[in-house]
């Protein structure tokens, strides 16, 4: 068990280019779920994947964002145009089916100039 | 709609001392209940969790946290602090088949000699 991986660590970006992240988490573990935090603030809730299926969807996930996960192993986030606004730690969790106990990654800090 | 309020930003506490870091929750159902803690830079790890049983909970680090229904409270306590916990504390809460966890803004802890 070599625990939740998030690539890249860093990202800084300009604003209007489109970047991505990848999550790799830990093996059996069936939902995949992506939060994004901000200074001074807890993680909020962006979205969650059973296996391949991605089955809800914050109302913080604009159009611009969109996630993955295919085959059910890691998942893949693009952020298309990037504002400063989408500044922020993204991070990745995952944990076994019908268990609510998540296991976070070390996340991925974009910053956008 | 779920919540969680930490109404502590900050605390500084003594090496040696004790600790008592407070969680209050609003939940429909019942609420599984979580402690994270987060170093800077870092992702989550997860100090303890409650789902039912046993309102008293004992965690990794020599934490523990108390359930309290009627209070609403998740209270997270350590009767005595090293200087390596010096981190942001964060409680959440979720629930089976409410996946997503809310969190709470944090509280950041600080150690003195």
């Known amino acids: 068990d070599t625990g939740v991986s998030q690539n890249p660590r860093h990202k800084i970006t300009k604003r209007g280019q489109n970047v991505t992240f990848r999550c790799d988490p830990i093996s059996e573990h069936n939902r995949l779920y992506w939060y994004r935090q901000t200074l001074g603030q807890g993680p909020e809730f962006l979205t969650y994947f059973q296996n391949e299926a991605q089955l809800e969807k914050s109302r913080l996930l604009s159009d611009r964002f969109s996630a993955e996960r295919p085959k059910g192993s890691f998942s893949t986030l693009e952020i298309q145009r990037t504002e400063q606004g989408d500044s922020a730690m993204y991070l990745c969790?995952?944990?076994?089916?019908?268990?609510?106990?998540?296991?976070f990654g070390q996340g991925t800090r974009l910053t956008v100039v | 709609a779920q919540s969680v309020t930490q109404p502590d930003i900050h605390i500084t506490v003594s090496e040696g001392a004790s600790l008592e870091l407070r969680c209050n929750y609003s939940y429909g159902a019942t609420p599984y209940l979580f402690w994270y803690v987060q170093s800077p830079g870092q992702g989550l790890q997860l100090l303890l969790k409650?789902?039912?049983?046993?309102?008293l909970v004992q965690g990794i680090k020599g934490f523990e946290a108390e359930f309290k229904r009627s209070q609403s409270s998740f209270n997270l306590r350590k009767p005595s602090v090293h200087w390596s916990d010096a981190a942001e504390y964060f409680c959440a809460v979720g629930a089976r088949g409410n996946e997503k966890l809310t969190f709470g803004t944090g509280t950041r802890l600080t150690i003195i000699p």
């Open positions: 409650y789902f039912s049983g046993d309102t």
């Open positions: 969790a995952s944990s076994r089916d019908s268990m609510v106990e998540a296991f």
